[in-house]
């Protein structure tokens, strides 16, 4: 059975950190690359990071670019996002999705995901 948990979310003023957690069980995790997405109220699901199966690459959204890092520990099966410089525009509900089979950026193009980590940035 597969397994895609997010976790590390809360509430914190703009200019603080977070760092997401993202744990999968019941796939081969290593052979996989893994995203984050995020849904604000209102807007559609977006981009935010991804990295390849074996971290050597990773691809971030403009916005996001500079501020967070994505990386993985496959020893652990877990993936991170690790969100520094927050701004309140980055409140949204934060999603973890596994093994794209096209486009790193393509939410439909993941296998599976998590239900969701909450966001909130204050100002």
């Known amino acids: 059975q597969v397994h895609v948990v997010e976790s590390g979310g809360g509430l914190v003023q703009a200019g603080g950190s977070l760092r997401l957690s993202c744990a999968v069980s019941?796939?081969?995790?290593?052979?996989?690359?893994m995203g984050w997405f995020r849904q604000a109220p209102g807007m559609e699901r977006e981009f935010v990071a991804a990295?390849?199966?074996?971290?050597?690459?990773?691809f971030y959204s403009d916005s996001v670019k500079d501020r967070f890092t994505i990386s993985r520990d496959n020893a652990k099966n877990t993936v991170y996002l690790q969100m520094n410089s927050l701004k309140p525009e980055d409140t949204a509900v934060y999603y973890c999705?596994?093994?794209?089979?096209?486009?790193?950026?393509?939410?439909?193009?993941?296998?599976?995901w998590g239900q969701g980590t909450q966001v909130t940035v204050s100002s």
């Open positions: 999705a596994a093994d794209p089979d096209g486009s790193w950026k393509d939410w439909g193009s993941y296998a599976a």
């Open positions: 019941g796939r081969t995790f290593n052979n996989e690359g």
């Open positions: 990295i390849s199966p074996n971290g050597g690459s990773t």
